[in-house]
């Protein structure tokens, strides 16, 4: 069993930046796919960002590609977000998740873990 925390949300001003964290404990971080999701009042969840088990690999939402950078420590069991660039529309629970497997996915129901999520408002 995983257990996923993230932390380093709060609030972002426009074109700033900030860094997720989600540390992993409980299992073998590295046998896991990693991925970020995010959730606005009432929309639907959404994929941010996933990386392969050994970071060589990344995949990003439409909305994100090129100003938030999905990273991993598997020495230090964490998951990063790098959000550059924020935008007002950026402005959600951030969840961090993982995945039994090889390949990243955006599906949501194919992560098995997941956490609690971190608030990230992004001011204009």
């Known amino acids: 069993q995983v257990q996923l925390v993230e932390s380093g949300g709060g609030l972002v001003q426009a074109g700033g930046s900030l860094r997720l964290s989600c540390a992993a404990s409980?299992?073998?971080?590295?046998?896991?796919?990693m991925g970020w999701f995010r959730q606005a009042p009432g929309k639907e969840r959404e994929f941010v960002a996933a990386i392969t088990r050994s970071g060589g690999s990344t995949l990003y939402g439409d909305s994100v590609k090129g100003r938030f950078t999905i990273s991993r420590e598997n020495a230090k069991n964490t998951v990063y977000l790098q959000m550059n660039s924020p935008k007002s529309e950026d402005t959600a629970v951030y969840y961090c998740?993982?995945?039994?497997?090889?390949?990243?996915?955006?599906?949501?129901?194919?992560?098995?873990?997941w956490g609690q999520g971190t608030q990230v408002t992004v001011s204009s």
């Open positions: 409980g299992g073998t971080f590295s046998r896991y796919v």
């Open positions: 998740a993982a995945a039994d497997g090889m390949a990243v996915t955006t599906v949501s129901r194919r992560y098995n873990y």
